[in-house]
């Protein structure tokens, strides 16, 4: 699941910051070495370029850049890359405009991996946000898995987790749904049968108190 393998990254990254003056120093080699990205030959301006206005726009400008990175590892061909930069670079700008100037980068970055899965940026507008201490990465990585991996039709999703999100549902609960909904597909139910089950099992929840009714302006 990919939380886990990001929960393992953030451990690894807390590991390496706390290593002191030895990870410092092999940090350093690492940044003497020759850029990747010379690897596009003729390609890498246009490239660069577009790292460049992702970083004067505001947007997660080092997920392109990885995102190349990971193409030129992978041998893809370097106009092929160019234009799946391209695609992820229109991907980040749709996933602010639907989550929100409040968004952070890992949020933009979950919500385009999620447009990719299928979802519509009114969809994911649903999971706009709103700065109250909650963040949508968590049901969001949950939503792009079950509709690309586990294959359950996106309209019961998202209508699933809209509404969960909206009633005010914590990571906890998205977690459990997850996993019992895919525990249910293992066994032999059907994608859709399997969350519709697991959602009528669910207690109701009285949806929070809108924040702006909490605190009407004056």
Not at 2 to 13: K, Y
Request: aromatic share 6%.
């Amino acid at each position: 699941m990919n939380w886990r393998l990001a929960s393992s990254a953030l451990l690894t990254a807390v590991a390496f910051s706390s290593a002191g003056p030895s990870v410092a120093s092999g940090q350093a080699a690492q940044s003497a070495q020759p850029d990747p990205l010379v690897k596009l030959n003729e390609w890498r301006r246009p490239v660069q370029n577009l790292i460049d206005s992702a970083r004067i726009e505001g947007l997660p400008w080092n997920a392109l850049r990885l995102k190349a990175i990971e193409g030129i590892n992978k041998k893809y061909n370097s106009k092929a890359i160019l234009e799946a930069l391209r695609k992820y670079y229109r991907a980040l700008e749709q996933s602010r405009a639907a989550l929100g100037p409040m968004a952070s980068d890992e949020e933009i970055e979950t919500g385009a991996s999620v447009l990719a899965a299928g979802v519509n940026t009114e969809d994911l507008a649903k999971f706009r946000v709103l700065g109250t201490g909650r963040s949508p990465m968590r049901p969001l990585t949950y939503l792009a898995d079950l509709i690309d991996k586990h294959h359950v039709p996106s309209n019961d999703a998202i209508d699933a987790f809209s509404k969960l999100w909206k009633d005010g549902a914590a990571d906890s609960d998205f977690d459990g749904l997850w996993r019992l909904v895919d525990q249910d597909i293992l066994s032999g139910v059907s994608p859709r049968a399997a969350l519709q089950s697991r959602m009528r099992s669910l207690p109701p929840r009285k949806p929070p108190v809108d924040q702006e009714m909490e605190n009407p302006r004056s």
